[in-house]
């Protein structure tokens, strides 16, 4: 279940953040410290109190409850489609996440009674932070994909391929299918898509897939991006738009899917993909008529949700815990160095594993009707 995102628990969890960063940049600066680290614990601990305030606050946020749907329909479609909303909280926690392991490494070791392997630990962690961080650069980028940028420039140039549709069931498909390994090894594929229901009466093609997509840095943003509508637009009627550059992507595609974009009388926006046996009768053989956009409208996508999940948090937050718990005796510099040095590697260890999976289960599932589906060759192998 999906709970509102209150501004208590941006504030508390903005808080806890804050204070992690302090703590990793006087660890990290500091390096030559004697004695107890003071420096490094009072904002390690703030930190822990914040986010304990940021799960009580949130576990008693109100659920996300489903839009109305009583927006009168649009004989217009918007030429500003909004882009899916950069998440500032998951960069910087991924940012202090692949540099825990370096500041256990300065706080513990890298002092005047350090070691070769103590600074041999130190130039690993450096390095691992490094790499880390590179890759962690594709999240400052926009999360609409090449192809779901031709779409939205088509929207404000002033024409797309649309069609009326109601959102209709979320699906979560698992795919059973046969590696081709042998031994009669099959293989299981989870998506999800939402079932676009059209409003024109033609008698074909009454469905269409709008499925997830490899959107920025991770599939998990479009999965996320569309279970927020899942859980709220349901029922709702809107525009199913293509770009009139549709062709273009098609072609490039090797599954050849094309971009498309659910915009709903209520003024949100929904990012996709659809397959090609869905979008085939719509752009080829001409059900969707080009229509023009007023670029004086604007579609947004749905506010985003708490990022607290009963179950997921609980459990990750417990390992980052232990981690830390771990850092604070050579914090008060109570343990001799080799303790230290192997209290540093399981707390930063403990550190980047909770940091690195956390958000990686974020989705929630009960927007979502299961169902299952199997490769031909295992429907009539019996």
């Known amino acids: 279940m999906q709970h509102r995102s209150t501004p208590a628990a941006r504030t508390l969890g903005a808080a806890a953040l804050l204070s992690a960063a302090i703590a990793w940049g006087t660890a990290s600066i500091q390096q030559h410290a004697h004695g107890p680290r003071l420096d490094v614990l009072v904002p390690l601990a703030l930190a822990a109190v914040f986010v304990a305030g940021w799960l009580l606050v949130s576990r008693s946020a109100p659920a996300v409850q489903p839009l109305p749907a009583t927006a009168p329909p649009r004989e217009t479609i918007p030429g500003k489609l909004g882009a ?9 926690t991924a940012y202090l996440t692949v540099w825990a392991p370096f500041v256990t490494a300065n706080s513990a070791f890298y002092s005047g009674r350090g070691s070769a392997a103590g600074a041999a630990y130190c130039l690993l962690t450096f390095v691992l932070a490094v790499v880390l961080s590179l890759c962690n650069l594709s999240m400052l980028q926009g999360y609409l994909d090449r192809a779901q940028r031709v779409l939205r420039e088509d929207a404000a140039a002033g024409t797309t391929h649309a069609v009326r549709v109601r959102f209709g069931t979320p699906v979560r498909e698992t795919y059973r299918y046969p590696t081709g390994k042998g031994g009669g090894r099959i293989g299981v594929k989870n998506s999800y898509y939402i079932e676009l229901v059209s409003e024109v009466g033609t008698g074909v093609q009454q469905i269409v897939r709008l499925r997830t997509t490899h959107v920025g840095h991770s599939i998990t943003v479009s999965e996320k991006h569309l ?26 595609s090797k599954e050849r899917s094309v971009s498309a974009a659910f915009v709903s009388d209520s003024g949100h926006v929904v990012w996709g993909v659809t397959p090609e046996e869905d979008h085939a009768h719509y752009l080829r053989a001409g059900a969707a008529a080009v229509h023009e956009t007023d670029t004086a409208l604007a579609a947004v996508p749905l506010p985003r949700p708490s990022r607290y999940f009963r179950g997921v948090h609980a459990s990750h937050l417990r390992v980052a815990a232990v981690g830390a718990l771990l850092a604070v005796p050579f914090l008060l510099d109570v343990v001799p160095y080799w303790a230290g040095l192997l209290l540093g590697v399981f707390s930063g260890a403990l550190g ?16 979502w009707t299961r169902r299952e589906t199997s490769h031909p060759a295992l429907r009539y192998s019996g």
Not at 84 to 92: A, F, N
């Open 84 to 92: 899916v909303r950069r998440d500032w909280g998951l960069v910087t």
């Open 352 to 367: 980047l594993f909770a940091g690195m999976t956390m958000d990686s289960v974020g989705v929630d599932q009960e927007p």
């Open 227 to 252: 279970t927020h509508a899942a859980s709220q637009l349901v029922g709702h009627s809107g525009w199913l738009c293509w770009p009139t550059r549709w062709r273009d992507i098609e072609g490039t």
